[in-house]
């Protein structure tokens, strides 16, 4: 009898987004880093706008070994750190003030607010992400 192996390859998501487009972004920088994803949701998302938020959003998968890596990147991009750790191992995700978990969950907060002021009176944009521990439910902003 033939027997065979099982090649099943295992995605994880490590980002949504609102829109495909931001996807894409990410998506293409991490194929450039040799980092292979795929982008689930995209077209009930686009075609739908309104169920974004039913769905999750547009989300980008990577293969499970590739996911510290993954995450590694995404957080160098999001939050503006210089450059990548030699290890993915040595990264140190932003970990919780109350209870140092760093099982946090992370929204990037945008609204017309900061447009308008920035159209208007020629005011820097400014990113905010809002995190929220898992754990112990505390939540912060982080300002970029």
Not at 45 to 57: K, L, M
Not at 96 to 111: E, F, M, T, Y
Not at 113 to 136: A, D, E, G, H, M
Request: contains cysteine.
């Amino acid at each position: 009898m033939d027997e065979r192996k099982d090649n099943n390859i295992v995605l994880v998501t490590v980002a949504t987004f609102p829109e495909a487009i931001e996807a894409h972004i990410y998506r293409n920088r991490l194929e450039t880093e040799g980092i292979p994803s795929v982008i689930a949701d995209e077209n009930i998302v686009t075609n739908q706008p309104w169920h974004s938020i039913a769905y999750g959003g547009v989300k980008l998968r990577v293969r499970a070994q590739d996911q510290a890596k993954a995450l590694a990147l995404i957080n160098q991009i999001r939050y503006g750190q210089e450059s990548l750790p030699a290890e993915a191992d040595d990264y140190q995700a932003p970990e919780c003030p109350v209870c140092n978990s760093r099982n946090l969950r992370q929204k990037q907060i945008s609204g017309i607010w900061p447009l308008i002021k920035s159209v208007l009176f020629f005011y820097p944009i400014r990113t905010r992400i809002k995190l929220t521990c898992l754990n112990c439910g505390y939540r912060w902003r982080l300002d970029k």
